[in-house]
């Protein structure tokens, strides 16, 4: 099944600064790659996405990146701010007919005042 | 209100009494989720259902069972609870497979 790995699985920095999360996949034929953020006591909820056929997306702040052939994505935040603080997981799916998606497992970002 | 409603929120229960969460979402979507959060491993799909009586295991699906026999509910059914199930659990529904997942608020299990 596929294997993906999230890291760090923690990280501090500085309001204003920038923040880099990466993630890697194992099965070549995933094609749809989301990330969340879950505040303290909250649910996950979708913060941007990227498809298999495009190599970036960006919305304000938030960019994410994906390297096909590397089988890795990133999570980009610019602007660092405190509310920013929160676990992010990054996700894999296969769309293909079905609905089997696996996560990272999680990193918890401190953005310091 | 778009919604992914689940029940129980909070509960303790003994080990080997049957428990159900329940869960019911409000937007028609045809695709269902089991997860279950923990320290350390993120989340993790439990089973997932495709449309009525279409359900399918997930990663984790030792110890759980699952029915679909509405659009709108997805129950989560533990038939003989045991410590190692002491979690975190959200439902989630989706449109289809590739769109954003909708998550409830969650059910914080303990099993003692």
């Known amino acids: 099944g596929e294997n993906v790995e999230q890291h760090p699985s923690t990280l501090s920095v500085q309001e204003g600064d920038s923040a880099v999360i990466k993630c890697t996949y194992s099965?070549?034929?995933?094609?749809?790659f989301p990330w969340y953020k879950q505040e303290l006591g909250k649910r996950p909820q979708l913060i941007i996405d990227?498809?298999?056929?495009?190599g970036e997306k960006k919305d304000q702040r938030i960019a994410v990146t994906l390297n096909k052939t590397a089988k890795h994505f990133s999570l980009h935040i610019t602007e660092t701010q405190p509310e920013d603080s929160a676990v992010y997981f990054c996700?894999?799916?296969?769309?293909?007919?079905?609905?089997?998606?696996?996560f990272g497992t999680g990193t918890k970002l401190q953005v310091i005042p | 209100e778009a919604q992914v409603t689940q029940n129980p929120r909070y509960l303790i229960t003994v080990t080997g009494k049957k428990l159900t969460v329940t869960c019911s979402q409000n937007?028609?979507?045809?695709?269902m989720s089991w997860y279950r959060q923990d320290p350390g491993l993120g989340l993790r799909q439990i089973y997932y259902?495709?449309?009525?009586?279409?359900?399918d295991k997930g990663d984790v699906p030792e110890g759980y069972k699952v029915s679909r026999k509405e659009k709108r509910n997805f129950p989560l059914i533990l038939e003989s609870p045991s410590p190692n199930q002491t979690s975190l659990y959200f439902c989630?529904?989706?449109?289809?497979?590739?769109?954003?997942?909708?998550f409830g608020e969650g059910s914080w299990l303990t099993v003692v």
């Open positions: 989630a529904s989706t449109t289809s497979a590739g769109n954003t997942i909708y």
């Open positions: 099965d070549s034929a995933s094609n749809y």
């Open positions: 990227i498809r298999s056929n495009v």
């Open positions: 996700a894999v799916e296969n769309s293909g007919g079905y609905q089997k998606v696996t």
């Open positions: 937007m028609n979507h045809e695709y």
């Open positions: 259902s495709m449309n009525v009586e279409v359900t």
